[in-house]
């Protein structure tokens, strides 16, 4: 059997898993296995199948993951990310959109100590969205707001994208990180900057956005209140909220120091070379603890469901990625004993095409997979294939990263898959997600306009993992 | 059915806890060879061997509990569009599909395993760490998946009968799920 025919007929059996609701990890690995059986022989795939776990899995490198996942659902359990909206509601409550901004900054700030942008959009739907309503923002920009805002945790060090992206490419997970943050403070300003132009639009037509004086009174959740934390807590709902006092007002402070000890304890040990990626993602989630112990008298549900809760999410978490992983090695390895990478970056490099155009493409491809898959996935399926040709035409794997996860970014916007369009509907009662659909539209336009700057100036993304070299 | 779905999650949430313990071990013994570096400028021997091996070991154990607590990514866009009997009947085909797989590579990697104790394998690095105890988790943690997938196996197959059945978690039904 051809390897063309091989290749299609493992892709029919990855798509027939998606199709009957199975875990994604599984589809890879029926591809992979499927792919093997037919090259190989039930000996050989049985010999790999043998040794996946164990081979895709027992990596010092990959320590990492668990460990930026627990030091992000420890600080989400902390409750810190009210106290931060608090806070930024209270600074831009004079500029055009301020409640939209602040939910920006907000995010912004807690992707610095996440992984994950789940949480994020999760607690800022139930947070932001009725603040914002109650201040004249229409209903589908404000989920729009929130559900773009999110995409931020996973592009903001510590990306755990960014560390399965380096694992796969062999690229530096310190110099991954670094080259993420212009993009990522890019990424933010852009999307204030939207915020600002659409409020402004709005209020000359005539609708009144913002700018209500009960803003003064606004920043919901100040500090670590009691009513704080509540909303922070899985399944809570927002409630009444107290006006900031100087107390308060102390807290939300002590909790931008909280998240500011966990971001420079991360990325300063790595860029001053104190600790490895691995040992940074480790003394971070040791940090993160502590803020728990020391917030524990303020959550709701007390430091012991707190730590409970957080564990058990690590935990499953990390099996689901790794269980991603394992599925990925083995439709991997399928590729690379049938030459599928090498054959691809031979016929590719033999067109008579600039490079940007090969890029074009895969940035389509991500784009189209952004929208029926996961970031982890999307990066299991493309970067086997994507990678060796990108660096062969002379482009930066740093860079491509940094691209690549930007597109899945977009994808966590763009139907039908649109993760946090889902998410954020999931937790505003009366949100359809057709609305919330159409709310992200300027963001996602907003995020290519990104993703176009950062390809005309490669350097936005590649100077400061040069200066960390250097 | 109702019994070895509570035997399913109990298993599953226990090798859970003992997966959440294993990545606070890693954390712990991470930290300590920092803080053992920056005082003595020595690091502890064998951390870099042994975190892997208990990576190895969290992941296997926690992979019941990812399905049974809906983590695993999955995502309900053709089966959203089906009649009841028919996507009940497209997933116990999927659930049939996976479960094989997954038996498939838990009796491998219990072979593996023990041909890694039989062979003494070792750890490569300053440290020779024997692999066959983080090994031996893997087709547990194989088969514990199995039996969460074969639980809702059986309650699709309720639902091509044309019984009520609870609907798995996807992408779309499930708003507290992580995304990476």
Request: charged share 15%.
């Amino acid at each position: 059997m051809s390897t063309g025919m091989m290749v299609l007929l493992s892709m029919l059996v990855f798509i027939a898993m998606l199709g009957a609701q199975m875990p994604i990890a599984l589809g890879l690995a029926a591809a992979g296995i499927t792919g093997l059986l037919l090259n190989g022989g039930v000996d050989q795939t049985a010999g790999t199948l043998a040794s996946a776990a164990y081979q895709s899995t027992s990596t010092y490198t990959l320590v990492v993951v668990p460990m930026f996942i627990l030091m992000g659902v420890l600080v989400a359990n902390a409750g810190v990310l009210s106290d931060l909206f608090g806070l930024a509601a209270r600074v831009t409550r004079k500029i055009p959109g301020g409640l939209g901004i602040a939910t920006v900054l907000s995010a912004a700030g807690f992707a610095a100590v996440t992984g994950s942008s789940a949480a994020a959009v999760a607690t800022l739907g139930r947070l932001c969205v009725g603040e914002m309503r109650k201040h004249g923002y229409p209903l589908q920009m404000a989920a729009g707001i929130v559900a773009a805002s999110g995409t931020l945790g996973i592009l903001i060090p510590p990306s755990v994208v960014l560390v399965i992206y380096g694992v796969l490419t062999q690229e530096s997970v310190g110099q991954l990180l670094f080259a993420a943050i212009v993009p990522g403070i890019l990424t933010a300003i852009a999307y204030v900057v939207t915020i600002v132009i659409l409020v402004v639009l709005r209020r000359r037509k005539g609708e009144v956005i913002g700018g209500d004086p009960r803003l003064a009174t606004l920043p919901p959740m100040a500090g670590g209140s009691q009513e704080a934390t509540a909303v922070d807590a899985p399944g809570s709902f927002v409630t009444p909220t107290p006006p900031p006092t100087r107390v308060n007002r102390a807290r939300e402070l002590e909790s931008v120091g909280y998240i500011a000890i966990v971001f420079v304890v991360v990325l300063g040990g790595i860029y001053t070379g104190t600790f490895t990626e691995t040992e940074a993602g480790a003394v971070g989630a040791l940090v993160a603890l502590l803020i728990l112990f020391a917030r524990a008298g303020r959550t709701p549900i007390g430091l012991g469901r707190s730590l409970t809760s957080a564990l058990k999410e690590t935990s499953s978490v990390t099996s689901m990625i790794f269980a991603l992983l394992i599925g990925g090695s083995i439709f991997t390895l399928f590729l690379v004993t049938t030459r599928v990478p090498i054959t691809l970056t031979d016929w590719v490099g033999g067109l008579d095409v600039p490079g940007w155009v090969v890029i074009l493409f895969f940035l389509v491809v991500l784009l189209i997979l952004g929208a029926l898959l996961d970031g982890v996935s999307i990066l299991l399926l493309t970067m086997p294939l994507a990678y060796p040709v990108v660096t062969d035409l002379g482009y930066s794997g740093l860079w491509f990263g940094i691209i690549a996860v930007k597109m899945i970014e977009v994808g966590l916007l763009t139907p039908p898959f649109g993760l946090n369009v889902y998410l954020v509907s999931g937790v505003v009662d009366d949100l359809k997600v057709e609305q919330a659909f159409k709310g992200v539209v300027p963001f996602i336009v907003t995020e290519l306009v990104v993703v176009a700057i950062l390809c005309i100036f490669p350097d936005l993304v590649t100077w400061l993992p040069e200066l960390m070299k250097d | 059915m109702r019994l070895l779905r509570t035997v399913s999650e109990r298993l599953s949430g226990f090798c859970g806890a003992l997966a959440a313990l294993l990545l606070i071990a890693i954390m712990a013994m991470t930290v300590a060879d920092v803080v053992r570096r920056a005082l003595t400028d020595k690091s502890i021997q064998g951390v870099i061997e042994v975190a892997p091996l208990l990576l190895l070991g969290a992941v296997a154990l926690g992979l019941g509990q990812a399905e049974t607590a809906g983590t695993h990514v999955r995502t309900s866009l053709v089966t959203d569009h089906l009649p009841h009997r028919l996507r009940s009947a497209l997933r116990s085909v999927g659930y049939a599909a996976s479960i094989y797989i997954l038996l498939w590579m838990a009796k491998l990697s219990y072979e593996r395993a023990i041909d890694a104790y039989d062979n003494n394998d070792t750890t490569a690095g300053f440290e020779s760490i024997p692999t066959w105890p983080a090994r031996a988790l893997v087709p547990i943690g194989l088969a514990l998946w199995a039996l969460a997938l074969f639980v809702r196996l059986l309650q699709d197959l309720r639902g091509v009968r044309g019984l009520t059945s609870e609907e798995p978690p996807s992408e779309q039904s499930a708003p507290e799920k992580e995304a990476f």
